[in-house]
């Protein structure tokens, strides 16, 4: 394999680019004309400008991107994650072009697409299952029968897509009626398949995924899990690996059943089972997402291994270099989603240009990014900025670390959530290890963030004064006796 389309945008589109580069191997970055000034594109070996800024006109562009390839004479495309990069219908055109698709078999992605046939591909092996409808729900009167074998409260999901789209959950008979017709809805309108199917739903769940990794050879290993309970809309926005809750035993039975899933599908390349934990422990299979996934840089952080040249290895048909017994967990890895959102504002995109930006760097710091200072956050694709991550011998240094990082990392002229996942990082629910999914209706209110936006006003405030006082000693003691209703991180600061 000596050229490969990048058929995706932004950080992810640079972080396959450095991978193949490393690998000897040309890129091709196909892009919109949103994007032509863009990093990935000027890092790319060769570029082409695939349509105007709307996905549904360049990026989704299945026969535009193949016929890039044939052009330019490439040997396969990585499809990074979103767009395209779980859709099996692009994945057997690109098959059957004579390309090579790095990533699974149309056939594996097919089955694990749909959350329905994921379960009954895993049900064969005795997964734990959360209860709830065997497959999808076929008229109202059928879910509302199983809601109430089920029990209170569940939860309606979308069979197709993901992303918190199509969920909801009804906490009483009387309202399963409009939840499941706005849940049909929503799912017909995001994925154009309205098929919903009822769960349990599982109060305070972690959320719990195991990346596995396999080869054409039938080999399939696990590579540890991520702890990816922070979020919002049902969506991550703090991962890290390991979880701070796993036993070695329960992290090598959920390994163990996440490899199974993927022998129910005969997967190869990189995939990630997903596992809610309830409060007493057990989990219960999610679903599985066919692709790379956002956070993966963590699971590189504590193995060493990178997940992007073992796709590549993999699809140019080569074995796993490595068994099981032989991957250990080095240190802990957290990973903060920067997005282009206002959190005390329900975290709204916030639109805008990058005035300043300027990212933190030393021992330990990752910044996967695809912008530059000046450059305008498009409306048309997800407003993720870039992702943080750190790296520390243990779980405190590398939330220490990542504290450090986010102070360091420099953004106006957007709001970002990195307010929030500093605010998150130093919740003492947060660094015990003991939350859920549920931590920002638990813990987190909008007016925390703008209290301490005042309080950094104060600060400023206070060192101009003292840089203006002409007794220093004598300064410091009279503002210190002023400020005694700082918080204890503002003293730090003044000392």
Wanted: proline content about 4%; hydrophobic content about 40%; aromatic content about 8%.
């Amino acid at each position: 394999m000596k050229k490969i389309v990048i058929a995706n945008r932004g950080e992810i589109a640079l972080r396959v680019m450095r991978s193949c580069k490393e690998m000897g191997i040309a890129t091709v970055a196909v892009f919109s004309e949103a994007d032509r000034h863009s990093p990935f594109v000027k890092y790319a070996d060769e570029a082409v400008c695939i349509g105007p800024p709307a996905s549904s006109q360049s990026y989704l562009q299945m026969d535009k991107i193949i016929q890039v390839c044939k052009d330019l004479k490439a040997d396969g495309i990585h499809p990074g994650y979103g767009f395209l990069s779980e859709n099996a219908e692009f994945a057997g055109k690109v098959k059957k072009a004579g390309i090579v698709f790095i990533g699974p078999s149309p056939e594996a992605m097919h089955m694990m697409g749909d959350k329905l046939s994921a379960k009954a591909a895993a049900k064969k092996y005795k997964i734990p299952m959360v209860p709830g409808s065997e497959g999808a729900i076929e008229s109202l009167a059928e879910g509302k029968k199983i809601a109430v074998e089920t029990g209170f409260p569940v939860l309606i999901k979308a069979s197709a897509g993901g992303g918190g789209k199509g969920m909801r959950v009804v906490e009483r008979i009387e309202d399963f009626e409009e939840q499941m017709k706005l849940a049909v809805s929503e799912a017909t309108s995001a994925f154009g398949d309205g098929a919903v199917f009822i769960e349990r739903y599982v109060a305070g769940p972690r959320h719990i995924e195991i990346q596995i990794l396999g080869d054409n050879h039938g080999n399939i290993v696990y590579l540890f899990e991520r702890e990816c309970s922070i979020q919002r809309r049902h969506q991550k926005v703090i991962e890290e690996a390991p979880s701070s809750v796993l036993t070695p035993e329960l992290r090598k039975q959920m390994g163990e059943c996440a490899v199974n899933v993927g022998k129910a599908c005969n997967y190869t390349g990189v995939g990630t089972v997903e596992f809610l934990l309830d409060e007493n422990m057990n989990f219960y299979f999610l679903e599985m997402n066919t692709r790379l996934q956002v956070e993966h840089p963590v699971t590189e952080m504590i193995t060493g291994i990178d997940l992007v040249k073992e796709q590549i290895r993999v699809a140019r048909g080569e074995k796993l270099a490595f068994k099981q017994e032989d991957l250990r967990i080095i240190g802990h890895s957290l990973e903060v989603r920067v997005y282009a959102e206002d959190p005390a504002n329900n975290f709204l995109p916030d639109i805008g240009r990058l005035a300043t930006y300027r990212r933190p760097q030393g021992l330990g710091v990752r910044v996967d990014d695809g912008f530059e200072e000046g450059m305008d956050i498009p409306i048309y694709y997800d407003p993720m900025i870039s992702k943080l991550v750190t790296f520390g011998k243990d779980r405190t240094e590398a939330i220490n670390r990542m504290i450090r990082a986010i102070d360091d990392y420099r953004i106006t002229g957007v709001e970002t959530t990195l307010p929030f996942c500093r605010f998150v990082l130093e919740h003492e629910a947060f660094v015990s290890g003991k939350f859920d999914t549920n931590f920002i209706r638990h813990y987190f209110k909008p007016e925390m963030l703008l209290k301490e936006k005042e309080d950094e006003a104060e600060i400023a405030a206070i060192f101009a004064a003292l840089t203006l006082m002409e007794s220093g000693q004598k300064a410091i003691a009279e503002v210190s006796a002023n400020v005694q209703g700082v918080s204890k991180w503002k003293a730090n600061r003044l000392s």
